[in-house]
Nanobody, 124 residues
Framework: QVQLVESGGGLVQAGGSLRLSCAAS????????MGWFRQSPGKEREFVAA????????LYADSVKGRFTVSRSIAKNSVYLQMNSLKPEDTAVYYC?????????????????WGQGTPVTVSS
């Protein structure tokens, strides 16, 4: 099992940047594919970005390509989401997810473990 704790959310103006972090427990972090999802009020949870076990493969939703970057640090048992050129429509609660398999995956059903989420608000 792995436990995930997100941090780094907050309030930012449109055009600004935020870096989300997700810290994972356990000593087998390198065995997990990781993903980022988000959910806005009244909307379904949607895929944002994902990274493979090795970090060598990534996936992005079309809405964030070129603006967001997912990365991971095996040494720090963490995955990151660098968000640049933020837009009001990026406002959501952002969730980190993990699955003990190669990845990367864009479907939330592919992930077994989820964090509690961190809120991001982008003001216009």
């Amino acid at each position: 099992q792995v436990q995930l704790v997100e941090s780094g959310g907050g309030l930012v103006q449109a055009g600004g940047s935020l870096r989300l972090s997700c810290a994972a427990s356990g000593r087998t972090f390198n065995l997990y594919a990781m993903g980022w999802f988000r959910q806005s009020p009244g909307k379904e949870r949607e895929f944002v970005a994902a990274i493979s076990q090795s970090g060598g493969s990534t996936l992005y939703a079309d809405s964030v390509k070129g603006r967001f970057t997912v990365s991971r640090s095996i040494a720090k048992n963490s995955v990151y989401l660098q968000m640049n050129s933020l837009k009001p429509e990026d406002t959501a609660v952002y969730y980190c997810a993990a699955d003990q398999s190669p990845g990367p995956y864009s479907r939330d059903s592919d992930y077994d473990y989820w964090g509690q989420g961190t809120p991001v608000t982008v003001s216009s």
